[in-house]
């Protein structure tokens, strides 16, 4: 048994074939089939895209992305969820909204 940590620079959901040979001779080789899995997101960036917010057109759009431990954006979205927390200068009061899917 080995571990090999080449598979690290593909990315997730990658399918492929492993073959095994011993001393590149003409023993029986094995030959399996992999597919790398998406790993849970750790971390997520925001970006603001309404800087600025009038009476008539009040909503706020944001941006998100997140990324794996390894800085990937194809993760899981298995149970996540993600929400916006915005407060407020004058009022001096915090709003929550949770955001869509990624794959919405």
């Keep these: 048994s080995e571990d090999f ?3 690290v620079g593909f990315p997730a959901l990658t399918t492929g074939r492993v073959q095994a040979t011993l001393q590149a001779l003409s023993y029986q080789s ?7 899995a998406q790993t849970r997101a750790v971390a997520v960036a925001g970006v603001i895209r309404t800087v ?3 009476e008539d ?3 706020l ?3 998100y992305q997140v990324r794996d431990e390894a800085g990937r954006t194809a ?5 996540l ?3 916006l927390a915005i407060e407020h200068d004058t009022a001096s009061e915090t709003t929550t ?7 919405e």
Excluded: I, N, Q
């Design 30 to 36: 094995r030959t399996g089939s992999f597919a790398l």
């Design 97 to 103: 909204a949770t955001c869509a899917s990624p794959d």
């Design 52 to 54: 600025t917010l009038y």
């Design 81 to 83: 969820s993600v929400s």
């Design 57 to 59: 057109r009040s909503t």
């Design 61 to 63: 759009k944001v941006a």
């Design 75 to 79: 993760v899981s979205h298995a149970g």
């Design 5 to 7: 940590a080449f598979f």
